[in-house]
């Protein structure tokens, strides 16, 4: 039998999917427009093609600028 890949995921999953980011930075990402989400019942779901989309946006942006040849510290 084949797996589904689901259409929607809880926060916990959606944090896990984007490398296990804070949830602070999840809230922000969704609170931003972002991640698409809606809730059902309680429940918050954020669909995974704003997830993809998110990652696809990130890895077409630029570079961060480097300093001296060495990248910027965080």
Aim: hydrophobic share 40%; glycine share 8%; with cysteine.
């Amino acid at each position: 039998m084949t797996e589904i890949e689901p259409l929607v995921v809880r926060p916990t999953v959606a944090r896990k999917m984007l490398g296990g980011c804070a949830t602070a930075t999840l809230w922000k990402l969704i609170n931003g427009g972002q991640l698409e989400s809606y809730t059902e019942g309680t429940a918050r779901m954020i669909t995974v093609a704003s997830i993809k989309a998110y990652i696809t946006r990130r890895l077409a942006a630029p570079a961060p600028s480097l300093r001296n040849g060495q990248p910027r510290r965080s």
